[in-house]
Each structure stands twice: as C-alpha cells, then as structure tokens.
C-alpha cells in the first residue's frame, strides 16, 4: 500500500518545499508586513516537515520490500529528442531514501532553528524562501532519476548556496565571498556538464553502432541510472585521448564533485561560505550542497567501479584534502573557520572511502557527518547569538556554565566528530579507515593520511571546545542559554550523533553492520562475507589511541597549559603562518586565476580599444569621405536639375497668368478666336 | 412637299448665334451680355429640334430643346440673383469695371 502512495505521489516530497518557496517568495514580503514572521516561519517549517513525513514513508516502503528495493515515480516525458529521452521521474532507492531522510529531516531542524536565529531581519521572508529553495534543490538532486534532472537540482543548489551566502548582501565582504561559491562552483559544474555530455555521446554512438537502437528509442532514455548501469559496460573497450573514455568521464564528473563538495583543487569557496547566517552555513555543510559530490559519485558507483584510475585519484585528492584542511583547522581562530575547515575535512574521508570502492562507508559517514556537523554548527550559531555575533574563539571562554545545554550537546558532536567510540563518529570513520587499509583500491599511504587527519580533527576539536566552553569568560558579556526553539533541535542533533552510529556498527565489533547492507544492491554488491582479521582490530585501536594522543594534546595546550599554547607559535612562527595564511593557498588562486583572469580582461580590452576600435574607426573615415563627395554631387547637380524644372515651372505660370484679366469680354473673344483657329484648321487641312 | 428645309432652320440659327456671339462680346451691361448667351442658348436649341425633325425617328433633339430651355431658366434665375447682389455691392453692373476676379 505504501508502495503505491510513494509510486504516485512519491514527488510530493519534492513539490512541498518548491511550494513553501513560492509561497514565502511571492507573498512573504506582503505577509511579513501585514502579519508579521510568524506565517512565514509556519509555511516554510511545515512544507518541509510534510516533506519530511513523506520522507519516512518512502524510506519504510523501501524497506518493506522484499527484493529489488526500487520505486519509479514517472512524472512525465520532458524531453524526446532522436536517442535524448529524458523524463521527470523519481527514484526511490535505498540510497536516495537515505539522503532524503537527512536532507529534510537535519533540514527541518535547521528550518526550526532559523526562526529564531532570523529573528528581526527585514529579510526573513527571503531567507526562508531561499532556504525552502535549496531543500527542493538538493531533493531534485537527490531524487531525479536521470543525469540531466539531476543537473537541474546541481544548479539549483549551487544558485541558493550563492543566494543564501551573499544574504546579507549589504556588506560587500559577503557578496564576495557569494560570488566566489558560485564562480568556483561553476568551473566545477563544467566538468560535471562535460562528463555529462561525453557519456551521452559515446553510449549513444556504441548503441546505435551495436544495434541496440531499439532498446533506446523504446521506453528507457539513454541517461537514467537504470540504463546506464545496464549499458555502461559497452564503453569498455574506447579509448580517447589516450586514455580508457570511462576513466576521462569519470574525471569530468569528479572535477564536479571536487567543486561541490569543496576538494582539492575547488575546496576554496567553502571556508568563505562562512559569511551566511550561521544555520546556512549548518545545511550547507550537513545537509545539503556539499554532500552532492559524495552521492553523485556512489550514485554513479558502476560507472566509478570500471576505472581504477578515476577511483585512484579521487582516493589521493581525498586523503590529501582531509589532511590538508585538517592541518588548517588546528591554527584558525574563527569559530565557524574551524567548523568549515572540519568539513572540508570529513568530506576528504567520504572521497577517500568513494576513492577506495567503499561507497556505502562513505554514505554511511555522509550521515553521521551530517548529525554531528550539524549540531556543531547550530551550537556554534548559538553562542556567536549568545556573544551578540562575536566568531573568535579568542575572545570566547568559560561558557559551560552559562549555556550547558549547548555545552553538552557540543561536546557530544565534538567526540562524534573526533571518532571516539562509541559515538557515530567512531564507525563511520573506522569503516573507511580499514577499507583505505584492506580495500584492493586501498593502500597503507592512504590509511595513513587518514589515521593522522582522525589525531589532528581530535586536536582541534578538543582546542575548539577548549577555548570556547572553558577557562574563564573572556569576552566581558553576560551570558544567557538560547531559548527552547534552539536547543531543542540541538538535542535531537546531539541524540542522533551519539547513537546513529548504532546502526553500522562493523562485524568485527560484534554488529551486523546493517546500514551497509541496506545499501548493498544499489552499489551491487551481493551480501559478501563478513570481512574481519586480527589487523582490524590492530587499526581500530590505534586510530582510537590517536584519536585520545590529540585530544590529550589539546587538552595538554589549550586547557591545562594555556601559556604553552601562547610560546608554540612563535616558536614555530613560520609553520604557524603559512598554516594560518591557509598555506596562501588564497593568494596563489588569486595571483594566477583571477589576477590572470583580470590581466587577460584588460589585454582583450586593450586590442579592442587600440585594433578593433582603429579598425572600425577607418571604415568609419572612409565612410565620410564618401558621404561627403556624394553630398556635394546632391547639392550641386540634383539639387539643381531640381530647381531649374520648378523655377521653368513658374515662369511658364507668370506668363501664362497674364491672360486672364477679369474681364468677361476677353474671355469670349478669345473662345472665339481660337474656335475659329480651330475650325479654320480642320477646313484647310 | 417641303416649303421650309433644314437649310431655313440653320440659317435662322446661325443668325441668332451671331447676333449672341456679338451681342455677348459688345455690351458693357451684364444683363446684356446674359441676354446674348440666351440667344446662342436658342440658337443651339434650335438647331437640335431641326436635326431631330429632319433626321431622327425619335424625339431626343425635341427632348434635348426642351432640357436647354429648362436649364436656360435655372441658370437665367441665378444669374440675376447674382447681378442683384452685385449692383448691391457695386451699384453698377458694368462688365468693364467688374475685372476683380483674376490673380
């Protein structure tokens, strides 16, 4: 029965947030002056808390099945265009139900924590409506059955992440940096489109080259996932550029994702994202945006599977962005900083695990990230609100005792986050540790970079709860706890980050690793045996004793010896600048990219000015001269032969007006006269 | 037997021609020179009705009299409704001194 509901009217779940969008965004302003934030703040949670219940609905449906575990909802034919046949339809899989149930159920949190948060601004109509806007986006994305859907749902999350990072657009700091997610978004989203297009083509031309054009032109479009995983194999055998074209497609799809989700080369947009309000930068890095890289690729994990090369490189940018970005975050200063930092991080090891064939250990660390992300980041909302908008740790201090609400559940992301067990942090991340370790992708190189990235989040996570909530009060304010609508959805966050780990708990620990294997038949892997040796215990206890060695560390620096942590980066002055200048990672994009960007603009400025401008500038004098001669034959012949007929004209006219003199006997006579001529004339002749 | 031909006729029309033709051009009074197109009117009239007896089967030249005539009239009550308002306005009816109407 709930197969039928979801198979009919599974796209409900995407309509109510579109709804909600429209609702605040046509009407919002008028309502937000005639009756105030409340219908806004009811429309926008609601349409997504329906979403949500629809949500349960699919994922309860999905499970109850017994095999397959697949629900099409085809909406209608979009496009039909020769071997291009797209639908708007929705897929329904173990995989999207997940990510559904985090986007709108972390989303509707993150929607109830806003109202309070927005509390006051002249925009909150369009803040709602644009956070309404990204969860459609990202269910589109999330949802759509084809690759070309799914495209709209990648720009349309790339648009709200603009929208809503440039928000308070006043200030042209944060204009900028919404323009440098967008810009950066966009190379990005070229390689995502060309991918796109190179997988089109290439099946298209196989399929008709095999025959198998009627297969296309019946009722499946060459770009739905079904299709694809049953077809992709015919494009085994091609090579172009030198290289095996699933490896070239794959690279195009990973250069997206490396936008998306904020990788080496493309992760430079996200730590500025930081200048949206706080619950923004929550649902960017928890529920929505950034975790679009990580399920593009698992969604496309056959195609991922058949080039090794592709899986090696997404593998070496993982580990190497989440050692990067974790160095980063040990020295950053800014509250929000070191969160955006962390995430750039933890999505490292979601590539990693993507990278090394562990696609359902990256999911299932996509979901616990997004729990313990998000509560870090609405705590943090909390006490930058309570701080009356202070961001540096700095100046922060000793808030446990005024805000333990937010200290606990804080704490609680922050060990989640840190990997200790038995906090969900601690098996998502061992799952993709001892795959990076066992995995026939893996390497020890790999596992290593990770083991150290879980030492050094454990470390800045322990220095950021450090400074923030002990020690004593640095920042001069009085302290109050946030409301309830505040810390509620904190609580929730904290519950699920502390036990949703539960439910992907390793064989080797005893569990059955369930979330895995309900993963298992999108990613096509048949039950396999339950993988454990001695080895995984070996690593388990040694990334839980790096885990402990880092918090030690920061305990040791920021909370037991704070002057220590004054002396080391003098000390190492030179480390400590080139880790707090983000490696100049900044300057150097800005002194090639933009600055070549900028110098090329006005090189082009230049050739038009000077050549094209000189060029248009001689047709222009020729025309003239032209003109001229041409104006002077007009005035001087036309213009005369002109004259002469009208001034003939008028004398022929003064002559012959001397006839007639008014008087009627003169007339007569020369009737007469002439009629006599005439008779005269016809006599003789 | 024929006494009077269609030569008496036309004589008798040109004569009355004539004499409109220079009545027309020698008199100074308006209301003589309207009685000299009177004339040629007739004499024209004339000339009609004696083609029409003498060749024609029909009537027409007799009908074209008798429209010639009818018109004369019309054109006979608005000429001197307009000498009336001339010598109104002139107190005189030369045509000598009544050149105004040219360029």
């Known amino acids: 029965m709930m197969k039928e509901i979801i198979q009919n009217y599974g796209y409900l779940i995407v309509i109510f947030p579109l709804l909600g969008a429209l609702a605040n965004g046509l009407l919002g302003r008028m309502m ?32 109850s099945m017994q095999n397959n575990l697949v629900i099409i909802n085809n909406l209608f034919n979009w496009i039909s265009i020769g071997y291009l046949k797209t639908d708007i339809s929705f897929l329904f899989d173990p995989l999207s139900v997940v990510m559904m149930l985090i986007i709108t159920g972390v989303g509707f949190l993150i929607h109830l924590y806003s109202v309070f948060y927005m509390k006051g601004d002249p925009g909150f109509y369009r803040y709602f409506a644009y956070l309404n ?87 499946s479009s060459i770009l739905s996932f079904s299709f694809l995983a049953e077809n992709v194999h015919l494009l085994g055998g091609i090579n172009i550029f030198g290289m095996s074209a699933v490896t070239v497609i794959c690279l195009c799809l990973f250069a997206g994702a490396t936008g998306k989700s904020a990788q080496i080369p493309l992760y430079v947009w996200l730590p500025d994202a930081m200048a949206g309000p706080t619950p923004v930068s929550a649902l960017i890095h928890a529920a929505t945006m950034v975790t679009a890289g990580v399920y593009m690729i698992a969604r496309l994990s056959f195609l991922f599977s058949m080039s090794s090369t592709a899986l090696g490189v997404i593998a070496v940018t993982g580990a190497a962005t989440a050692l990067l970005a974790a160095s980063l975050g040990c020295v950053q200063n800014d509250i929000k900083k070191v969160l955006a930092y962390s995430t750039i991080s933890q999505l490292g090891y979601m590539f990693l695990a993507m990278g090394v064939g562990a696609y359902s250990a990256g999911i299932f660390h996509l979901m616990t990230h997004a729990f313990f992300k998000a509560c870090l980041f609405l705590g943090a909302g909390s006490v930058i609100l309570a701080l009356h908008h202070e961001q540096d740790i700095t100046r922060m201090g000793g808030l446990r005792r005024f805000m333990p609400m937010t200290f606990i559940t804080f704490i609680i992301a922050a060990f989640a986050i840190s990997g200790l067990p038995p906090f969900s942090g601690f098996f998502s991340k061992d799952e993709i540790l001892w795959s990076a370790w066992s995995s026939s992708n893996g390497h020890p190189l790999l596992w290593f970079a990770g083991f150290l990235t879980a030492g050094m989040t454990s470390f800045y996570m322990t220095r950021l709860a450090m400074l923030t909530f002990f020690g004593e009060n640095r920042s001069g304010l009085i302290i109050k706890e946030s409301p309830f609508l505040v810390t509620a959805p904190l609580m929730i966050l904290a519950f699920f980050s502390l036990f949703a780990g539960f439910t992907g708990v390793p064989e080797a620990l005893g569990g059955n690793n369930m979330f895995s294997h309900f993963l298992d038949p999108v990613f096509g892997i048949q039950g396999g045996a339950a993988h454990h040796d001695t080895m995984e215990y070996v690593l388990m206890s040694a990334s839980v004793l790096i885990v402990i060695a880092g918090a030690g560390l920061g305990y040791l620096l920021y909370g037991h010896r704070p002057q220590l942590a004054r002396i080391l980066p003098e000390k190492f002055r030179h480390l400590h600048k080139l880790l707090y200048n983000k490696y100049f990672i900044d300057e150097i994009y800005d002194a090639v990219f933009v600055s070549g960007t900028k110098m090329f603009a006005s090189f082009i400025s230049a050739f038009d000015k000077y050549v094209i401008d000189l060029i248009v500038n001689i047709f222009g004098f020729v025309l003239r001269i032209e003109a001229m001669i041409i104006g002077w034959f007009d005035l001087h012949f036309i213009d005369k032969a002109v004259d002469l007929i009208a001034e003939f004209t008028l004398s022929a006219g003064s002559g012959a007006r001397k006839i007639q003199t008014g008087r009627i006997q003169a007339y007569v006579m020369l009737m007469l006269f002439a009629v006599t001529l005439g008779i005269l004339y016809r006599l003789i002749f | 037997m024929e006494i009077i031909g269609i030569q008496s006729y036309l004589i008798i029309s040109l004569i009355m021609f004539s004499a409109g033709i220079f009545t027309t051009v020698s008199r100074q009074n308006i209301i003589g020179i309207f009685m000299g197109i009177e004339l040629i009117l007739n004499s024209a009239a004339l000339n009609f009705a004696a083609f029409s007896r003498f060749s024609a089967i029909n009537l027409e030249g007799q009908a074209f009299s008798i429209f010639i005539i009818v018109l004369a009239a019309a054109e006979a009550a608005i000429a001197l409704a307009l000498l009336l308002s001339i010598y109104r306005r002139h107190k005189e009816i030369n045509a000598e001194h009544l050149n105004k109407l040219r360029f």
Do not use: H, T
Not at chain 1, 35 to 50: D, L, Q
Not at chain 1, 186 to 212: C, K, N, P, T
């Open chain 1, 133 to 219: 806007l990204f969860i459609f986006s990202m269910l589109v994305l999330v949802l759509a059955d084809n690759m070309l859907f799914m495209f709209i749902g990648w720009e349309g999350v790339g648009l709200c992440s603009y929208l809503l990072i440039g928000f308070w657009y006043e200030d042209m700091k944060n204009a900028v940096a919404g323009n440098k997610a967008f810009i950066v978004n966009r190379v990005g989203d070229l390689g995502f489109l060309l991918g796109i297009f190179l997988l089109f083509s290439l099946l298209a031309e196989q399929l008709s080259a095999g025959g198998a054009l009627s297969l296309a032109n019946g009722n």
């Open chain 1, 32 to 63: 937000q002056k005639r009756y105030g934030e409340m219908p806004i703040g009811i429309i926008a949670c609601a349409s997504i808390f329906f979403s949500f219940i629809f949500s349960i609905i699919a994922f309860l449906s999905v499970v």
